[in-house]
């Protein structure tokens, strides 16, 4: 009879011992911490001190249970009653709040002479004045996107788009003409030598300015804009504006190994297409575009 009892209480007390076991672990997940968006905005910390931390669950998944207190608090307690301080409050903080976080505030960059469309201390000019916006984007873009067609063994007769640096002058002297510092070695050289004509496309979205407005690239209020011409080197009575073009907005270019044969390119408009608002786009007239002023 005894050994009968024995046998039924067994899995009973295992059970029991298993529970007691549980009782102080948690699992740590992200749902386990919840805050309010605006208690993460006043309080979080994201340098890149701190923020390269948050990546590593350096104890593992498993944490013993404290309470809150301890665990967001100076220490925490270990079985034993050891008292140990965390190597860094903030990130004590940050990690126990891991995934929880809105991102609700961009930081934003202050103007530099290498910076791109939304550079100007003014901001674009009203989306009405299209002749205007588009020499704004033209003479604060860095770079741009210009497509040829290929001759690429793979792709040959098939578009092609490449990144490059451009200028349209200095920072204080934009002139509407844009200029290329370019290389034989190239593929879009080679596509230009048998066909010259392609089309540079510059997006505000290279700025702060669709960042700062939470404008998505393809939104029309991120204006874009597409020159089309034909590609054409340089004549020798140009290269020194064009030098000091691209030179002043890009001053690494001088350094470039010599053996590539470097050479400076600028885009002859045939048409200046622009999207700046919904609603269409519009063609601006060369004469418009070259008279108006980014500034």
């Given amino acids: 009879m005894l050994g009968d009892m024995t046998a039924r209480c067994f899995p009973l ?8 076991l549980c009782r102080s672990y948690t699992l740590r997940s ?8 605006s208690d993460v905005v006043e309080d979080a910390d994201l340098s890149e001190e701190v923020a390269p931390a948050l ?29 140990v301080k965390p190597e860094d409050d903030n ?15 961009v930081k934003t960059s202050t103007s530099s002479s290498s910076s791109s469309t939304a550079s100007s201390s003014s901001g674009p000019p009203p989306h009405q004045e299209t002749a205007r916006t588009a020499r704004y984007i033209a003479h604060y ?32 002297n934009s002139t509407g003409v844009i200029y290329f510092y370019v290389t034989p070695m190239d593929n879009t050289v080679s596509d230009l030598i048998n066909n010259p004509y392609a089309s540079l496309t510059f997006s505000e979205a290279e700025g702060e300015f669709c960042r700062q407005m939470v404008y998505d ?7 874009r804009l597409t020159l089309t011409g034909k590609m054409v080197e340089v004549a020798p009575e140009e290269l020194v504006f064009a030098k000091e073009a691209m030179f002043s907005r890009h001053p690494v270019m001088a ?11 600028k885009l002859e408009l045939v048409q200046v297409w622009l999207q700046d608002w919904i609603g269409g786009v519009s063609l601006i007239p060369l004469e418009e575009y070259f008279k108006a002023t980014p500034f």
């Fill in 91 to 105: 990130v004590a903080q940050l990690s126990s709040r891991l995934f929880s976080y809105r991102l609700e505030k």
């Fill in 30 to 37: 992200s749902v386990s911490w919840v805050v309010s968006s």
């Fill in 255 to 265: 350094k470039w190994p010599v053996g590539h044969k470097w050479f400076f390119m």
């Fill in 217 to 223: 690239p393809e939104d029309p209020r991120c204006a």
């Fill in 141 to 172: 873009s860095d770079w741009g996107h210009l497509a040829t067609i290929s001759t690429q063994d793979q792709i040959r007769g098939l578009p092609f788009g490449n990144i490059f640096s451009v200028s349209d002058g200095p920072l204080d």
């Fill in 13 to 20: 007390a295992l059970f029991a011992s298993v529970l007691c």
């Fill in 55 to 83: 990546l590593v669950d350096g104890a593992g998944l498993w944490k013993q249970a404290y309470p809150s207190s301890n665990v967001l608090g100076d220490s925490e307690e270990r079985p034993g009653g050891e008292l």
